[in-house]
């Protein structure tokens, strides 16, 4: 990427949480949540144990996005975004339920409310015109997978007919 003034587009597709092997998840320095559950066979664990090393996974996968983010933090050459989202969540027990891929019709909250996360440096907001304060207001706001390739869009302005600004999460917080 040096060298070039052009806009980038980075993909890091992260294994992360994906069960039933969570004790994979994460390396020995990240298993401060003990006992785990050490086998892919979860009818083998209690339910702690299976929790434990997942919530390791968490650990690992914060780590990851705080690296990330000081990465990006340090480079000058580019205003910088990050976004994360989990392509689906985790059963952990919860109605004796465990792991994912239940019909979605079906599937319990556990598995189908995921995580995203942001990341915009200072440049970014004011080359895309976006209003922090609005952008925190409606943080909490209920979105899907639905939202990401439009709201990616937008945020990179890739003027295309496939840009439904309907769906782009950032697109009321524009000035």
Request: hydrophobic residues 35%; contains cysteine; proline residues 5%.
């Amino acid at each position: 990427m040096r060298g070039s003034n052009d806009d980038k587009v980075v993909v890091l597709h992260q294994l992360g949480n994906h069960g039933p092997s969570y004790y994979q998840r994460y390396p020995e320095p990240f298993g401060r949540f003990a006992p785990v559950c050490e086998t892919a066979d979860l009818n083998k664990c209690q339910k702690n144990e299976i929790v434990n090393a997942y919530d390791n996974g968490v650990l690992y996968t914060d780590s990851v996005l705080d690296s990330l983010i000081s990465a990006l933090k340090s480079q000058s050459q580019y205003s910088a975004a990050m976004l994360y989202v989990a392509d689906h969540g985790e059963s952990l027990g919860e109605n004796g339920v465990y792991l994912h891929g239940l019909p979605y019709s079906i599937a319990p909250r556990e598995q189908t409310h995921v995580p995203m996360t942001w990341w915009l440096d200072k440049d970014f907001v004011g080359s895309t015109g976006l209003d922090n304060d609005c952008l925190y207001k409606n943080a909490d706001d209920t979105y899907s997978h639905a939202n990401l390739f439009s709201s990616i869009l937008g945020l990179m302005q890739v003027a295309t007919s496939a840009y439904k600004p309907d769906q782009d999460i950032t697109s009321a917080c524009r000035t």
